[in-house]
């Protein structure tokens, strides 16, 4: 009797495990099958080439399309060097045992932990007060140009936000590269240096690569830290410099959702919103397998 | 003797100092000791890893050292171009000399140091890049080529030199991947040798390879003895005694003794040594 209890309650373990996974599979195929079913049949070229008209109940969504890209491809060309700069600090060069490594290992970790509205508080306190507005009083006589909410600010906001997650991606692909290859380098005389350029980061190559673009499609979903320093409302032209404002996709989404002056007449605007915005971000993840498959491929090591 | 050699080498281990051509100096003693311990020890951490060894290492001749598994004699190899530098909580105590130069110093250069002594290791480990970016490596991080072809001309002696260019002449930029484990690995003593080192250390450098590919670079540790000072560390008995000249035993981070390879096997004069070399343990 003692056995059978034994095993019934090992199965009743399996079976409460394997439901929670289940629950993870269903939560997922509503979300994708509602925001499909509803969003799918208004999904057209001119909706994604077209700004929005009529109170934003008709036309399409292009400049947010445009904004959302713009911002992320500026934010990383801020978040990539700096991530990989901290990166191979941490793997390559830092003491472990040194307190500067613990603080600084410390601090990404608490970056990391920061609600992402409170980076946009940060962005609006310290680039668009504080930076921005150092800028105008010492280059333009405090003419507003950099200090109100722009492009640029967001970027680099953003830029804050995805920060811990590119240094923690990259710092795995720098330790996944073999202990040999290192070796090999000084035993040749290399310098250290010369090891992690010529020889880690090449190798490391896909891994970073990988990261950030994870990091990218985690920035193109996030809202709250673009709010206050450079996503508008409603912007039919594209942004043509770094101080402009911009549509952004995820914003929109919010403005249609809660701001709109007719909410009936934009809810079928808004599934098709959702849904290009999922497909952005899955379409990013695909990008970042692939060049991972393709570069392990290329390197493969035997 | 070793007084002379100090004054003659000891400024190539120094900082900022051009690097001479070691390995080709047609001047140099066969019997001149190149490498030499005195009272060396080593610990990682609190754990002592090697004792008081003190040991010389002739120029063109070959060195094995053997021993069972954990008995120092790879950390006592990596000691000779200092690989532990690498693993954090090292220290070493007493002297570890080249060419009369205490490598441990304070105004050693260790990248100087690893220029001069190459290493080849247990798992064979070109990079993944091609047969010629490989054996280039050493030439280009050193920079060591001045003359346009030269550095082809370079690559192709080494190449030579470790009995690997007439099978890979025709794939040069192919991955060094792509290889056999016997090819990659002379292709690794190649990329030692391109740097012309005066000492090359080889870390069983045969164990991870097929019995054919074993003789081949056997043959080969054997032919580069006329030019380098070779120190091997081997599992394998057999082929201490089929290559070396002189055989160290280390057991549990002592040297027990260490002699002509003929007469340690033969006629050990220490009592674990017989018992090794005759299977009793390790």
Redesign the interface.
């Known amino acids: 009797m003692i056995g059978f209890k034994r095993a019934s309650f090992d199965q009743g373990t399996r079976w409460l495990t394997a439901l929670a996974a289940a629950s993870i599979i269903v939560i997922l195929g509503i979300l994708l099958g509602i925001i499909t079913y509803y969003g799918w049949h208004r999904i057209s070229w001119e909706f994604l080439t077209s700004a929005p008209t009529h109170g934003m109940t008709e036309g399409g969504i292009f400049p947010a399309v445009f904004g959302t890209a713009a911002l992320v491809v500026i934010m990383s060309v801020f978040v990539a060097p700096a991530g990989v700069l901290v990166a191979i600090y941490f793997s390559e060069y830092a003491d472990r045992t040194s307190w500067f490594y613990q603080l600084s290992r410390q601090a990404v970790n608490n970056l990391a932990g920061v609600p992402s509205i409170v980076f946009g508080l940060f962005g609006l306190g310290f680039f668009v007060q504080f930076v921005g507005k150092g800028i105008d009083r010492a280059m333009y006589g405090g003419t507003l140009h950099y200090g109100q909410p722009a492009l640029i600010w967001a970027a680099l906001t953003m830029a804050v936000l995805t920060l811990p997650v590119v240094i923690v991606s990259v710092e795995e692909a720098l330790q996944s590269v073999p202990r040999s290859f290192r070796e090999a380098s000084y035993a040749l005389g290399s310098t250290k240096s010369q090891a992690v350029f010529r020889v880690v980061l090449p190798h490391a190559m896909p891994g970073m690569l990988t990261g950030a673009v994870l990091a990218v499609s985690r920035a193109a979903g996030e809202v709250a830290p673009i709010l206050f320093v450079g996503a508008a409302y409603y912007l039919p032209q594209l942004p043509t410099k770094l101080t402009d404002q911009f549509m952004h996709l995820g914003y929109h989404v919010f403005i249609l959702s809660t701001q709109s002056p007719d909410v009936d007449a934009t809810k079928p605007l808004l599934f098709s919103t959702v849904f290009v915005l999922l497909a952005l971000t899955f379409l990013l993840n695909v990008v970042a397998v692939v060049i991972r498959a393709r570069m392990r491929w290329a390197h493969r090591s035997v | 003797m070793v007084t002379a050699t100090v004054n003659r080498d000891f400024p190539k281990l120094r900082t900022n100092v051009t690097q001479a051509q070691p390995g080709l100096d047609p001047g140099r003693q066969s019997t001149e000791v190149r490498v030499q311990a005195k009272d060396f020890s080593l610990w990682y951490g609190d754990r002592q890893a090697l004792r008081n060894i003190a040991m010389e290492i002739p120029s063109q001749r070959i060195t094995a050292i053997i021993g069972p598994s954990g008995c120092g004699k790879s950390t006592f190899l990596r000691a000779i ?1 200092r ?1 532990n530098d ?1 693993i ?1 909580g090292v220290r070493t105590g007493g002297e570890l000399l080249l060419d009369g130069t205490n490598i441990n110093g304070r105004d050693v250069d260790v ?2 140091l ?3 002594v ?2 080849v ?1 247990q ?1 064979p ?4 890049k091609s047969i010629f970016d490989n054996v280039a ?2 030439l280009r ?2 920079g060591l080529v001045r003359r346009s072809g030269e550095l082809g001309e370079r690559v192709e002696e080494a190449l030579r030199q470790a009995a690997i260019w007439d099978e890979i002449k025709d794939r040069l930029h192919k991955n060094a ?1 792509t290889l056999s484990g016997g090819e990659q690995q002379r292709l ?1 003593i190649a ?2 040798l391109a ?1 012309r080192p005066e000492v090359l250390l080889m870390d069983e450098p045969a164990s991870a390879l097929d019995p054919v590919s074993t003789a081949k670079i056997e043959e080969l540790i054997f032919v580069l003895k006329s030019q380098y000072t070779i120190v091997i560390v081997t599992h394998n008995m057999q082929q201490a005694a089929r290559v070396s000249d002189q055989t160290a035993f280390f057991l549990q981070g002592e040297l027990i003794e260490c002699g002509g390879t003929a007469q340690l096997f033969t006629n050990p004069s220490d009592k674990r040594t017989e018992d090794y070399i005759t299977g009793r343990f390790g």
Do not use: E, H
């Open positions: 171009n690989m690498l954090a990248v100087a690893r220029r001069n190459g290493m290791f798992q480990n070109p990079f993944p490596y050493g991080v050193n991947l690794c990329r030692a740097v």
